[in-house]
């Protein structure tokens, strides 16, 4: 068996003394591909510092919606540096979040930024991975009149599993992390249920959210053969298929080869 985490954060502080040994326990659990996320301009060059030392890891560049204070043109330009750099898979992660941002002029701001980097990943001929946080609409709205023509996975899918299929029109792909094996997470269980096959992927979204039986503990990538586990039995697949399926779909978003 293999597996891929397709979101995770070993570029986090949680990891800081530690990540090497992560990525080990992973490649021990059968995890071959890993893609870790910059929230920030300082988090991507750690993320592609990550990349540049193993094989099968790769990185995202981006700047969250919760990280935005201080944000120019100087910073996407950083990014579209960053970006050059053969480890890079996409612009991520980015997107809006009115969950921790109430303020209606906080989240004029965020979709000023969420649109200037997905310009950027139109640039860059890259796709991209979006938080969407109590934001189910306007995510759809902009990604409608703003295309990631290169496409894109809204990571740790959290919309309702009615939204989905509008976004899947859009051509984009979903990330599914921890919470789908927590034992009353309904909704969670039912999008993964009406995803399109060739849409889904495997995630932690790691140091957060970590699966049963592992909730409450400090998440890695170790932990994802969980996650496909339980993508399998509601998908009522086997296991062997349901890997197959998700490292297709990640080689074909990304443009992995390996």
């Given at each position: ?22 990525i080990k326990r992973a490649l ?129 899918y959290s919309a309702s599993p ?97």
């Amino acid at each position: 068996m293999s597996y891929l985490d397709s979101h995770c954060h070993l570029n986090d502080e949680a990891f800081l003394e530690d990540y090497e040994e992560a990525i080990k326990r992973a490649l021990d659990n059968g995890v071959r591909f890993l893609c870790v996320v910059g929230w920030d301009v300082e988090s991507s060059k750690k993320a592609v510092e990550i990349a540049k030392k193993h094989s099968g890891v790769y990185a995202m560049v981006g700047i969250h919606p919760e990280n935005l204070e201080g944000i120019s043109e100087n910073s996407i330009a950083e990014l579209s540096e960053l970006a050059k750099e053969k480890e890079v898979i996409a612009i991520g992660e980015i997107g809006l979040d009115y969950h921790w941002f109430k303020e209606p002029e906080e989240h004029e701001n965020q979709k000023v930024w969420f649109k200037r980097q997905i310009a950027l990943a139109n640039e860059l001929h890259l796709p991209i991975s979006i938080h969407a946080r109590d934001a189910s609409q306007d995510t759809l709205n902009i990604l409608k009149e703003n295309v990631p023509q290169y496409g894109g996975v809204l990571h740790c899918y959290s919309a309702s599993p009615e939204m989905l299929p509008y976004f899947a029109k859009l051509g984009l792909y979903f990330g599914f992390d921890g919470p789908i094996t927590f034992k009353n997470s309904k909704a969670p269980k039912e999008a993964v249920r009406v995803c399109p096959d060739d849409r889904i992927l495997s995630e932690t979204d790691c140091p957060y959210m970590a699966p049963t039986p592992n909730r409450g503990k400090r998440n890695e990538p170790a932990y994802i053969p969980l996650i496909v586990e339980e993508m399998a039995r509601i998908k009522e697949k086997s296991l062997e298929e349901m890997e197959q399926i998700i490292e297709e779909n990640f080689k074909r978003l990304f443009h992995v080869k390996q």
